[in-house]
């Protein structure tokens, strides 16, 4: 071939413009506004690590974040003002995201456990001074060795890991988009977001550093396994219908699909692929809510984590795992109804049954309180198959209770300390209604909202999502969470029994008087679980309202 024929060959090529040819993205910044907040402080938040000196930094830190998140909750009341959960609730980013009812109230949760989850992170009043510094819940230095050299010049030199401000506000911004993702693309990488930060956050605490680098450990592993199943799962609902769209993929199993990708024609449409991505997808999701069997690293997890940390990752998690997980077999998968109900009819009877039964052994307070949030998974899965919209809008009500109360009841274990740090064994509880009647009386009150007593929140809770899985066909379920509810009420008001009918231990521990941040996360958890349990019909009906997902 000639010099010019090549010539010619190049210059014909060069003449189309290939631009033109990728269409320009359409992004509507409005409407994700409040995950680009949360976002942009968190980078603001590293850029505050490398430049602000350390004497400052924790005050910018805290500044940064509060204003962030609050911010945030900010945009997201405009945009349900604005009709974005009802009237004009659509599919934004060019289909990643959906802006919705399910998916605005939960960011709308999410960001204010976010901020209770900092005020308890901001505390450095329970410890005594180190060195004539105020000391918070966080290793002075991250990477020293615990018990090295260099850690103990760390605490002298009054260091402390202000890089968990930006940490919690990279976990918060997945969490805001994880049950609003549209699309399976943009599910893992929100996974991905909020669960790396957790990982470290919970590896980062100043006491028993050997027992929270073990829990991190033992999370990271276990988390890494579920991401992998649910990226696995992800290949093969592609293979299945060709897309990673939710709207697509349900067209492909309700069969109302038109244009098949000719690459994908001889897969599309395999039920195997759909049955076996599905399953896998669902359990990344069940371990992040801490559903049996994939539970095991909740007790773990929670006992060696900061406690901050475990109040915040209790309440927030949760919340964005059953969104999306709503997402996923509402909007995805309603088509498999009758092949996804009865494995989660028997994974929320285990769970309810597995969480009650083996807290009653439970010595540890925090360990106490994760098979609690355990059997509350379960709870909450009686609602999830209703596949009703009474079913999601009772999701949403429980979820947005028990946030609250949960983050309460990790900021009160905070201040009952001895020598050692936090007491978290049940024996040093005895007689602590003696010694701080009003601290007592707070947990007694979280304790009883989480046994669904009358007047509090987690009855107001229970009711909704019982009710909405009896009228959904699911009344055998009812008893069975019924029963597990007696069973968990056992060993709620067997720690109220000991804190106010035992006798005091001479070498108890003292109950720390905290800063108003940790004051006003208890204060804020206490009205919340006391209105929602006397006047919750406000609430149920936004929780109704914003029922509704887009499609």
């Known amino acids: 071939?000639?010099?010019?024929?090549?010539?010619?060959?190049?210059?014909?090529?060069?003449?189309?413009?290939?631009?033109?040819?990728?269409?320009?993205?359409?992004?509507?910044?409005?409407?994700?506004?409040?995950?680009?907040?949360?976002?942009?402080?968190?980078?603001?938040?590293?850029?505050?690590?490398?430049?602000?000196?350390?004497?400052?930094?924790?005050?910018?830190?805290?500044?940064?974040?509060?204003?962030?998140?609050?911010?945030?909750?900010?945009?997201?009341?405009?945009?349900?003002?604005?009709?974005?959960?009802?009237?004009?609730?659509?599919?934004?980013?060019?289909?990643?995201?959906?802006?919705?009812?399910?998916?605005?109230?939960?960011?709308?949760?999410?960001?204010?456990?976010?901020?209770?989850?900092?005020?308890?992170?901001?505390?450095?009043?329970?410890?005594?001074?180190?060195?004539?510094?105020?000391?918070?819940?966080?290793?002075?230095?991250?990477?020293?060795?615990?018990?090295?050299?260099?850690?103990?010049?760390?605490?002298?030199?009054?260091?402390?890991?202000?890089?968990?401000?930006?940490?919690?506000?990279?976990?918060?911004?997945?969490?805001?988009?994880?049950?609003?993702?549209?699309?399976?693309?943009?599910?893992?990488?929100?996974?991905?977001?909020?669960?790396?930060?957790?990982?470290?956050?919970?590896?980062?605490?100043?006491?028993?550093?050997?027992?929270?680098?073990?829990?991190?450990?033992?999370?990271?592993?276990?988390?890494?396994?579920?991401?992998?199943?649910?990226?696995?799962?992800?290949?093969?609902?592609?293979?299945?219908?060709?897309?990673?769209?939710?709207?697509?993929?349900?067209?492909?199993?309700?069969?109302?699909?038109?244009n098949i990708n000719p690459a994908l024609a001889d897969t599309m449409g395999n039920d195997a692929l759909l049955l076996i991505g599905g399953a896998m997808i669902v359990m990344g999701l069940l371990f992040k809510v801490g559903a049996v069997p994939f539970h095991m690293w909740t007790p773990d997890v929670y006992q060696g984590a900061p406690t901050p940390v475990t109040g915040f990752m209790a309440a927030a998690t949760k919340v964005a795992a059953f969104g999306a997980l709503l997402r996923l077999l509402y909007v995805v998968l309603p088509g498999l109804r009758w092949d996804w109900r009865p494995v989660m009819w028997a994974v929320a009877i285990i769970t309810m049954l597995g969480g009650a039964i083996v807290a009653i052994t439970q010595t540890d307070i925090k360990r106490l309180l994760a098979y609690s949030s355990i059997a509350h998974a379960g709870f909450i899965l009686a609602g999830v198959i209703a596949t009703t919209r009474d079913g999601v809008s009772s999701v949403l009500f429980y979820l947005g209770a028990y946030s609250f109360v949960t983050i309460g009841a990790f900021a009160v274990v905070t201040l009952v300390r001895d020598a050692g740090g936090e007491a978290t064994h049940l024996s040093k509880w005895a007689g602590l209604g003696r010694r701080s009647p009003l601290v007592a009386a707070v947990f007694a009150v979280f304790l009883l909202s989480f046994a669904g007593i009358p007047l509090t929140a987690g009855f107001a809770g229970k009711f909704a999502v019982f009710k909405a899985a009896a009228a959904g066909g699911a009344a055998p379920l009812v008893v069975v969470g019924v029963l597990s509810s007696a069973i968990a009420a056992f060993f709620y008001i067997r720690v109220i029994v000991l804190m106010f009918f035992s006798e005091p231990r001479p070498d108890g521990p003292t109950v720390a008087v905290p800063s108003p941040l940790t004051m006003a996360t208890i204060g804020i958890g206490v009205a919340v679980t006391l209105v929602l349990g006397v006047a919750p019909q406000y609430f149920l009906d936004l929780a109704n309202q914003a029922g509704i997902f887009a499609r």
């Open 1 to 258: 071939m000639s010099a010019t024929a090549v010539h010619s060959l190049w210059t014909t090529a060069a003449t189309v413009d290939p631009i033109s040819k990728i269409p320009a993205p359409k992004i509507e910044y409005g409407q994700l506004s409040p995950t680009l907040i949360i976002l942009g402080a968190a980078l603001i938040g590293v850029l505050v690590e490398a430049f602000v000196p350390r004497k400052s930094r924790y005050y910018a830190q805290v500044f940064v974040s509060v204003v962030a998140l609050c911010a945030a909750f900010a945009a997201v009341v405009a945009l349900a003002a604005d009709g974005y959960g009802t009237t004009k609730a659509h599919i934004a980013a060019m289909g990643a995201i959906a802006v919705d009812g399910p998916s605005l109230f939960l960011q709308g949760v999410i960001l204010l456990s976010g901020l209770l989850g900092l005020f308890t992170f901001a505390e450095r009043r329970l410890d005594p001074e180190a060195h004539g510094n105020r000391v918070d819940s966080f290793a002075a230095q991250g990477a020293s060795v615990p018990g090295s050299d260099s850690e103990k010049a760390a605490v002298k030199a009054g260091f402390t890991t202000t890089e968990v401000f930006p940490l919690l506000l990279f976990a918060v911004s997945g969490m805001l988009v994880f049950p609003s993702a549209n699309d399976l693309l943009t599910l893992f990488v929100a996974l991905e977001v909020f669960s790396l930060p957790l990982y470290l956050l919970c590896a980062l605490a100043r006491r028993k550093r050997l027992l929270s680098q073990e829990a991190a450990v033992k999370y990271f592993l276990l988390g890494a396994f579920a991401s992998a199943f649910t990226l696995f799962g992800i290949a093969l609902l592609y293979g299945y219908a060709g897309s990673m769209s939710y709207a697509t993929i349900a067209q492909v199993v309700d069969g109302s699909i038109t």
